[in-house]
């Protein structure tokens, strides 16, 4: 079945950097655009970045210069480098594909303070 698992969150101060992680498996990944997610409690989950296999990625305005994601379609693998972070980064992050349809993975944390 399908399966998405989020990791490398954690705790940054602003400035710092993390590189989060999502393997993916039970679909054909290489078929998809694979988005980043962030939930922030009483909000909604809001895509920040998305990259397909054939096109380019996109971004949310406020993360723009800052996030850079990446797959790989032999691995099933997305990552989000995210760098000069700032507290309203701060977050659950999921990965899943751009539609958001497939079943949510837990998510990994990342919590920009100092």
């Known amino acids: 079945q399908v399966q998405l698992v989020e990791s490398g969150g954690g705790l940054a101060q602003p400035g710092e950097s993390l590189r989060l992680s999502c393997t993916a498996s039970g679909f054909r990944f290489n078929l998809y655009v694979m988005a980043w997610f962030r939930q922030v409690p009483g909000n909604e989950r809001e895509m920040v970045a998305t990259?397909?296999?054939?096109?380019?990625?996109t971004y949310i305005d406020s993360v723009k210069g800052r996030f850079t994601i990446s797959r790989d379609n032999g691995d099933s693998t997305v990552s989000l480098q995210m760098n000069n972070l700032k507290p309203e980064d701060s977050g659950v992050y999921y990965c899943?594909?751009?539609?958001?349809?497939?079943?949510w993975g837990q998510g990994t944390q990342v919590t920009v303070s100092s």
């Open positions: 899943n594909i751009g539609s958001g349809t497939h079943p």
């Open positions: 990259i397909g296999s054939n096109s380019g990625p």
